[in-house]
């Protein structure tokens, strides 16, 4: 079993920045990649960044230089720092954790985040 639990979201202004944080317990040790998906209201929940184990990152195009995932393996946490957040970055923010054990993909419950004026 593998438990995440997400924090940092919030409201914040156009231009501005959040970290969210994702941390996990359990297996902790049959986790392979992780990543962040959003999911604003009407649309369907969509990759945002995502990490392997070794490292390597993928991510959206909409948040290219924008966003940056990291992880620390030694204390079971992975990060999305947001910075030039945009009205359309609204959304709820899930952390996953692709794992070696049943049932192999595992979420958080979401943070929101909210980009207004």
């Known amino acids: 079993q593998v438990q995440l639990v997400e924090s940092g979201g919030g409201l914040v202004q156009p231009g501005g920045s959040l970290r969210l944080s994702c941390a996990a317990s359990?297996?902790?040790?049959?986790?392979?990649?992780m990543g962040w998906y959003r999911q604003a209201p009407g649309k369907e929940r969509e990759s945002v960044a995502l990490?392997?184990?070794?490292?390597?990152?993928i991510y959206k195009n909409s948040v290219k230089g924008r966003f940056t995932i990291s992880r620390d393996n030694t204390k079971n946490t992975m990060y999305l720092q947001m910075n030039s957040l945009k009205p359309e970055d609204t959304a709820v923010y899930y952390c996953t954790a692709a794992a070696n054990i049943s049932p192999y993909h595992f979420w958080g419950q979401g943070t929101q985040v909210t980009v207004s004026s």
């Open positions: 990490i392997s184990s070794g490292g390597t990152t």
């Open positions: 359990g297996s902790i040790f049959s986790i392979n990649a």
